[in-house]
């Protein structure tokens, strides 16, 4: 089959519409073309990513260091399956184990297949461990962990399950951040706490100091296992390698994804030494899961994030991006609160967000909305002052013409 001509980007939604199921309420823009932080659509307009394809290409777009890790990766061997050794694998998860509080990963595709197997370790070593009935996970309210059965199960967002059902047993959702709550809820029989150490879907969400603290001590009552997911929050994106870091308090098993490949789909599910013996051969499997293309882009991403200065320079960069803000909030009262770590930014609104993030497109900014009046900035982890004095232009003109628009 000869290469189709270049569409634009009327041609390529209207093709999308005809033949992509209506799972999203997607922009009308079609990238095809991202360098660093910039992206071009099919029409030839430029735009500055403050979203980096939901928190995923850590490194911008087309980065040499990804391209060439990926082009030579894929001239050598992509794929053998996982019933073979594989040297980019043990690799990727010596690095993620050396960095971490873990000492084995398992590899998949995707945040919620990471979850998956998070909860799955839990489950099985429970079962040896404290026995049969052991199998409630308690997961938080607005948390999200991904689009399977299982986790819109472990998902606290009642839009993800309904019309799903039956979904599977064993999760019941507690409010987030509340140590009363949780305390009240688990018990000698919990499985796992399940937790993202910043809700990121709920609405870029950050607990008060301690409450990871609070949690690991109820966990350890109750030898019940702690999980988080970080395929948000985790690979740099709050200035630490893992946003656990910024409590000190780890977990048993960790999920990542997202900008892990940084743009390649790959999950990890990473675990103790204690814990991860629960698995044996034929306990759980992914066909793709961590062949050498995945594992040689996220060992490229790895080796820069661990670079010296690199996650220096996201924190610094964060920090001017949240006052800068900060700033804006003070010209426009509709702004209830902005809050970040690092380049994992949530600004309140008492507006939908919505009509921003539409009018910021419109003006060459790319952001979204995490639940209907919180708007997130997730850019790129490598962008200076340049970017983000840019990025603050613009929101500040769409939020200029938002309040007129609630003041007329
Ligand atoms: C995005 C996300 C997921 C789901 O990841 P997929 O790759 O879409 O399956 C799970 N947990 C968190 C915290 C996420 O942000």
Not at 194 to 221: A, I
Request: with cysteine.
């Amino acid at each position: 089959m000869s290469k189709n001509a270049e569409m634009n980007n009327q041609a390529i939604i209207a093709l999308s519409e005809k033949h992509v199921m209506k799972t999203y309420a997607r922009q009308p823009v079609a990238f095809v073309r991202g360098k660093g932080a910039y992206l071009w659509d099919a029409d030839g307009k430029k735009y500055l990513d403050f979203l980096a394809g939901i928190a995923v290409n850590g490194l911008g777009h087309s980065h040499p260091a990804i391209t060439a890790a990926v082009a030579n990766q894929a001239a050598r061997l992509i794929h053998t399956s996982n019933l073979f050794y594989n040297q980019s694998q043990a690799e990727l998860a010596e690095l993620l184990c050396k960095n971490s509080f873990a000492d084995k990963a398992f590899f998949c595709n995707s945040g919620a297949e990471a979850n998956e197997a998070s909860v799955k370790l839990a489950r099985i070593y429970q079962k040896q461990k404290k026995g049969e009935g052991c199998f409630e996970i308690l997961t938080m309210e607005k948390s999200f962990h991904g689009r399977t059965l299982g986790m819109i199960a472990a998902t606290g967002q009642d839009k993800v399950k309904k019309g799903f059902e039956p979904l599977p047993e064993g999760f019941r959702h507690i409010p987030y951040d509340d140590l009363p709550a949780l305390a009240a809820a688990v018990n000698d029989k919990t499985c796992a706490v399940l937790l993202e150490p910043v809700q990121g879907e709920g609405g870029v969400r950050y607990h008060s100091p301690g409450y990871l603290q609070g949690v690991r001590e109820l966990c350890q009552k109750h030898s019940a296992l702690l999980i988080y997911d970080e395929v948000q929050s985790g690979m740099g994106r709050t200035g630490r390698l893992f946003a656990y870091e910024l409590s000190g308090v780890a977990p048993d098993i960790m999920s990542l994804a997202k900008s892990l490949g940084a743009g390649l789909p790959i999950g990890a599910c990473l675990a103790t030494d204690a814990v991860a013996q629960a698995f044996q051969p034929g306990s759980h499997a992914s066909t793709f899961g961590g062949n050498f293309l995945v594992c040689e882009a996220a060992k490229a991403f790895m080796g820069i994030l661990l670079s010296n200065g690199f996650l220096e320079q996201v924190r610094k960069n964060g920090a001017c991006l949240v006052e800068s803000l900060r700033g804006l909030q003070k010209k426009h009262p509709f702004i209830k609160e902005v809050r970040g770590e690092g380049l994992m930014i949530g600004i309140e609104l008492e507006i939908p967000g919505r009509p921003l993030v539409e009018a910021a497109l419109a003006e060459g900014l790319v952001i979204n909305a995490a639940q209907e009046k919180i708007l997130r900035l997730v850019p790129p982890l490598i962008i200076g002052k340049r970017e983000i004095d840019e990025a603050i232009e613009i929101l500040d003109d769409v939020f200029a013409r938002a309040s007129g628009g609630a003041a007329g």
